[in-house]
Nanobody, 118 residues
Framework: QERLVESGGGLVQPGGSLRVSCTAS????????MGWYRQAPGNQRELVAT???????NYADSVKGRFTIARDNAKNTVYLQMNSLRPEDTAVYYC????????????WGQGTQVTVSS
């Protein structure tokens, strides 16, 4: 069964760093483009960062220069390193996988809470 499991969320002070991880099972991970999205209370879910099967990355303007997405195909895991965190980064962070060829298979994780507060 296809599954994405996020981990690593928590409470961090403004200016701090946090790394969240997403481990996939039940899919051929190397064939999937991966992404991180986030949703704050009262807001729509928004794109944070994506990484293709070949390692090309894309970031929302609001996180460029602060966040880094990376993947480890051997571990079926995608990471989001978040530095210089701001209170407005507070949200539930979701992992997303979409098949790079068909685009018809896509999966979401259950989300992990990231709270930036002093």
């Amino acid at each position: 069964q296809e599954r994405l499991v996020e981990s690593g969320g928590g409470l961090v002070q403004p200016g701090g760093s946090l790394r969240v991880s997403c481990t996939a099972s039940g899919i051929i991970f190397r064939l999937y483009n991966m992404g991180w999205y986030r949703q704050a209370p009262g807001n729509q879910r928004e794109l944070v960062a994506t990484i293709t099967t070949s390692g090309s990355t894309n970031y929302a303007d609001s996180v460029k220069g602060r966040f880094t997405i990376a993947r480890d195909n051997a571990k079926n895991t995608v990471y989001l390193q978040m530095n210089s965190l701001r209170p407005e980064d507070t949200a539930v962070y979701y992992c997303h996988a979409i098949h790079s060829i068909t685009g018809s298979r896509n999966y979401w994780g259950q989300g992990t809470q990231v709270t930036v507060s002093s």
